[in-house]
Nanobody, 118 residues
Framework: DLVESGGGLVQPGGSLRLACVAS????????ITWFRQAPGKERESVLC????????HYTDSVKGRFVISRDNPKNTVYLQMDSLRPEDTAVYYC?????????????WGKGTPVTVSS
């Protein structure tokens, strides 16, 4: 089971930190990917981190602004989002798979909404 938290309303230029907490899984075995889906758009991959903390970037628009990290003892992956823009508005989901780069995810969270607006 994966549960996201930390979403909300923030002004442009602001920051949020999302968390994805896993339970009932061998957490260190899984790579965790953050996805997002904006209204009326397809879901896109944002960042992925393996159990060994190797990171894969998927979305150029977040480079230099978003950082993914994980705390294995806490079964948690974080997405630090800085310099937020209105186009970052989306529902953010975390998902688990044995490795990054696959679309076949074993587990999904229900998502946490992020709205960037003044």
């Amino acid at each position: 089971d994966l549960v996201e938290s930390g979403g909300g309303l923030v002004q442009p230029g602001g920051s949020l930190r999302l968390a994805c907490v896993a339970s009932g899984v061998d957490f260190t075995f899984y790579a965790i990917t953050w996805f997002r889906q904006a209204p009326g758009k397809e879901r896109e991959s944002v960042l992925c981190i393996t159990g060994q903390h190797s990171v894969t970037h998927y979305t150029d628009s977040v480079k230099g602004r978003f950082v993914i990290s994980r705390d294995n003892p806490k079964n948690t992956v974080y997405l630090q989002m800085d310099s937020l823009r209105p186009e970052d508005t989306a529902v953010y989901y975390c998902a688990a798979a044995p490795f990054c780069g696959t679309s076949a995810m074993d587990y999904w969270g229900k998502g946490t909404p992020v709205t960037v607006s003044s």
